[in-house]
């Protein structure tokens, strides 16, 4: 038989999946002996048969009556007594704290038989009639559903008629007018009188705060916060203590820590002679909390004491309600606070050198999401202007600049000293250079696994991608807002990609301490002091390694400082732009073969240097290297560029003409799906054979220097065992020769990309062929859930995301149930062909917190992100150990 009503007594903190966070607290602090008003809670499982059938448990009324009578004998005083009455309040409170997203009823039990009595009994006239008005308002809207705006009218207008500035001016005549006013109101609004039963009135606003469960704002709450919708919410019915009786009452918010800055001591607000409501509102300016120690020093000091106590007991910053009644302290709520991740990182470790945590629950309590919001620079100081734009934050922290539309303004501006942000509608491999001088990338277009979305969080550069609101004339060079507000080319933006916001103008910017003491290895203050903590304390217990992605020595040198264990992913397409381009545009347009043999001779010394550095910045730490990946279309100019030259010049340039015959011969519907990657490789002879001798003469040239290079040769978008047969034979043919040539051993692991469903299934085959895979989780995604990651999380992706399709987007977090299954055979197939396989992961999801987890319970060997994101990933890494143990 279900138990639907606890009293507080019968109830402690493990029992907030029964009584939600509120009601489980509440019994905690009643058994610790702290002055909490007497009450009972209504369980969330209550709430799911009310939410399931339209209707409460038969049997909740008795239990709510028999609690009820517990209550008054407590109290010493009766629902609905008429000399002395006791008022309830009636809250939400959910499992997972959900601040303002449900209702609360205050002042439950008065009505026209009890107002006399409760003015008699306080001797406030005023203060009777004020919380009367205030329960009609709370009821007529929250339960009897009559517009909130319309009560806030009726005070305005009465406030005008008598001059009044604010509700205190109001007295008891005006508030007397006030509640007849109101009960109209409601009645007219809502088709039906106020109740004067106060039991009806429990149980109706019981009732109410169930269905505000699902009220719209709680649903996006729990959306943003992946909180399940099936838990439901427990209803707390507590004694009405009041602040608001005169200067020896008042009300406030205590946290036992600073809650922004994690430093030691009391802080928060007090507000005399007011109730609860007033400090949430924001009606009337609170005080410190400090200024409570001359109003009433020794209630100072007893409010201490049990801030102590709290915060020993549950071992953690905690955030408490109070209230002051003519003297008398009342602890009405306490939770454990929420914070900044600058406060995370302190308030843990100051807990720890206290002896109140040990290191496991130190590391426990922070994450590679508060660490990556340390990291990044940010705007000093909170805006409120409106942004110009607002798009999906792609690559976070904040930077001004110039706005310019093209790669080569951006390059040319920003060599003069120039700080300049790009504005494209989307990017292509041809903006690196420009992506690479900008302080910020801004798209109309595209998701967080975009191109410039990808890029920018490689190279630690702010990005905001999608903002459809703006467009973009690179002709005009000029951007719109759907407003008509125009910017121009050269005037000032803010980006932040944090938000995901646009701003017109220069806001000013604060770097971060923590990223350069994490670079440096110096702490630079106590925040810098418990970041660092908590990453040797991660890297000490974790399993995974991290490396990172990288393609230039400068980015392998700052992964190096950050903590990789190598490189997971070197994209050598990256290298093939700039002036290098012209000689790919050579290999493409050679008609014989001795002809695409001189362009592939010409490309390979750079590729060989590109690697030596690269190797030498990570020497002695695995580097894998990735073949040419994409299309050989995307290194040539724009089809409507070439089109509209060719048909204006005259005569037309020769090689535009060339070059225009060639896009439209390897022109695709599908690239993503057509010649690339390990099909390049066997399509086009000696590529790989040039790509694998850079790689091998630049192994060989590292050993004669004294290096201890680590080499890995992987080939992407292998689908069957055959195609890997074929490119590694190959490969190891040039590592044999290189060998010969230079009399140096060049042994380098040559494995594969597992980013094809097909791949995955058929993981034992392809690993008989392999010495390692790295997961492609971008391409897996797409390639499994069939979507393009550009045009989907720019479409239809937020409607998902609003209809619960999706709690999280595939291409941030790993689909689990779809992707992961896909991981999860090809780990084990893949090993039980091959126990000696290595087993990384060089996706985005490499550096996601959640995702991470998932890779360390399926047995992956590393993950590989982007530099900047590989601090959060070793700390997740240490924190993956914990959970599994």
Known sequence: MNHYVYEFAEGSRGMADLLGGKGANLAEMTRLGLPVPPGFTVTTTACRVFLATGTEPP?????????????????????????????????????????????????????DATIAGLAKATGQERFAWDSYRRLLQMFGHTVMGVDSELFEQTITSLKAARGAADDRELDAADLILLTEKFKA???????????????????????????????????????????????????????????????????????????????????????????????????????????????????????????????????????????????????????????????????????????????????????GAHLTRLLFPRFATNSTDVPLATGIAASPGAAVGAVVFDSASAVRRAAAGEPVILVRKETTPDDLPGMIAAQAVLTTRGGKTSHAAVVARGMGKVCVCGAGSLTVDPVSRCLTTRSGVVVREGDTISVDGTAGTVH???????????????????????????????????????????????????????????GAQGIGLCRTEHMFLGERKALVEAMILADDDAAREQALSALLPPQRSDFTAILAAMDGLPVTIRLLDPPLHEFLPDHTELAVRAATAAPPDPRDVQLLAAVERMHERNPMLGLRGVRLALAVPGLVAMQVRAIAEAVAQRLRDGGSPRAEIMIPLVSTVEELRLVRAEAEHVLAEVSDETGQTVHCPIGTMIELPRAALTAGRIAEAADFFSFGTNDLTQTTWGLSRDDAEASFFPGYLDKGIFTDSPFETLDEEGVGRLVTIGVQEGRAANSRLAMGVCGEHGGDPASIHFFHRTGIDYVSCSPFRVPAARLEAGRAALVVG
């Open 504 to 562: 017109l103008g220069a806001l000013p910017l604060t770097s971060s301490d923590v990223g350069r003491a994490l670079e440096s290895g110096k702490q630079t203050g106590p925040l810098s002091q418990a970041v660092l903590r908590a990453l040797s304390h991660a890297d000490a217990v974790r399993r995974l390694e991290v490396r990172a992605n990288a393609d230039t020595p400068e980015d392998a040198a700052r992964a190096r400082r950050f």
């Open 59 to 111: 049997e909740l009324g008795v239990e709510v009556a028999h609690a009820l009578a517990g209550l008054e004998r407590a109290a010493g005083r009766g629902l609905g007594r008429t000399d002395d009455p006791l008022l309830l309040s009636v809250r939400s409170g959910g499992r997972y704290s959900m601040p303002g997203m449900m209702e609360t009823i205050l002042d439950i039990g008065l009505c």
């Open 185 to 367: 109101l409601i009645h007219r609004e809502a088709g039906e009188k106020f109740p004067q039963d106060p039991i009806e009135q429990l149980h109706r606003a019981i009732r109410a705060v169930f269905a505000s469960w699902n009220g719209e704002r709680a649903r996006i709450y729990r959306r943003r916060d992946h909180i399940p919708d099936g838990l439901g919410t427990a209803v707390t019915i507590q004694a009405m203590v009041f602040g608001n009786l005169g200067a020896d009452s008042g009300t406030g918010v205590a946290f036992t820590r600073d809650p922004a800055t994690g430093e030691r001591g009391i802080y928060g607000d007090y507000l005399p002679d007011a109730q609860g409501e007033d400090v949430v509102s924001g009606v009337r300016n609170a005080v410190p909390l400090s200024e409570l120690k001359q109003l009433a020093p020794r209630t100072y000091v007893e409010l201490t004491d049990h801030l102590r106590t709290l915060e020993r007991h549950y071992q953690d910053l905690c955030d408490v309600e109070f209230t002051i009644e003519r003297g008398r302290l009342w602890i009405l709520q306490t939770r454990v606070g929420k914070r900044t991740a600058e406060a995370a990182f302190r308030i843990a470790y100051d807990l720890l050198d206290e002896h109140l945590i040990d290191r496991r629950e130190a590391l426990s309590r922070v994450s």
